[in-house]
């Protein structure tokens, strides 16, 4: 079985501070995705990699900024957290860009 | 360019009896349509896709939907609900394979409720 494991379930930050959401997959899998989920706007893609070191920008990269230096794994930076990144954000990974995405169950942060 | 609309943000259906999420597309492509499920506190599972063969497709948990060109549609049914079904649903559009999954694009949510 595949799986996705993100760092934290549940994080609270304050305006300002540099934030970093984790993700590992265990499947050897080329491309890695970070998504945010916010309602009524279904998910949206944040950025994505499809190798290690390698990155391209979804439909929302303002403000993020994402590192993979390993192929298991990939981070989300917020560089400096703003109340409007209050949000759910969720990593995903699939074997080639062909393949099923599988998910990570989130993680639900909140900047104060 | 492709969207995806879910015409219900919310269903309520009673245990036992059917259930119809719907889901409408816009592609400049011949597209493929999947739908994931999440349940609360978890990450999204794919329950089915289309990708330009049967148009009837089936997936896990008893669901299945049916690709609609004409209607531009994509509707997922179940002839049964069952308690275990309540959770969101998204409804997925992309281009036709080959596609790329960064190139998705998700509907804004059906949450569906199952009362006893």
């Known amino acids: 079985d595949v799986k996705v494991t993100q760092s934290s379930r549940y994080l609270v930050k304050r305006t300002g501070e540099k934030v970093f959401l984790e993700c590992v997959q265990d499947?050897?899998?080329?491309?890695m995705f970070w998504y945010r989920q916010d309602p009524g706007l279904g998910l949206r893609l944040i950025y994505f990699?499809?190798?290690?070191?390698?990155?391209e920008k979804g439909d929302i990269p303002e403000g993020y900024s994402v590192s993979r230096e390993k192929k298991e794994r990939f981070s989300l930076i917020l560089e400096s957290a703003s109340t409007n990144q209050t949000s759910m954000y969720l990593c995903?990974?699939?074997?080639?860009?062909?393949?099923?995405?599988?998910f990570g169950p989130g993680t639900r942060l909140l900047v104060l | 360019a492709q969207s995806v609309t879910q015409l219900d943000s919310h269903v309520s259906v009673s245990e036992g009896t059917p259930v119809l999420l719907r889901c409408n597309y816009s592609?400049?492509?011949?597209?493929?349509l999947f739908w994931y499920v999440q349940h609360p506190n978890k990450g999204l599972q794919l329950l089915l896709k289309?990708?330009?063969?049967?148009?009837l497709v089936k997936g896990i948990n008893g669901f299945e939907a049916e690709f609609k060109k004409s209607e531009t549609s994509f509707h997922l049914t179940k002839p049964s609900a069952h308690m275990s079904d309540a959770a969101e649903y998204f409804c997925?559009?992309?281009?036709?394979?080959?596609?790329?999954?960064?190139?998705?694009?998700f509907g804004a949510g059906t949450r569906l409720t199952v009362k006893p």
């Open positions: 995903a990974s699939s074997l080639t860009s062909l393949k099923t995405q599988y």
């Open positions: 499947m050897d899998h080329e491309n």
């Open positions: 990699s499809y190798d290690v070191k390698m990155k």
């Open positions: 592609s400049s492509y011949s597209p493929s």
């Open positions: 289309y990708t330009s063969a049967a148009t």
């Open positions: 997925v559009v992309t281009r036709a394979p080959p596609y790329n999954n960064n190139d998705m694009r």
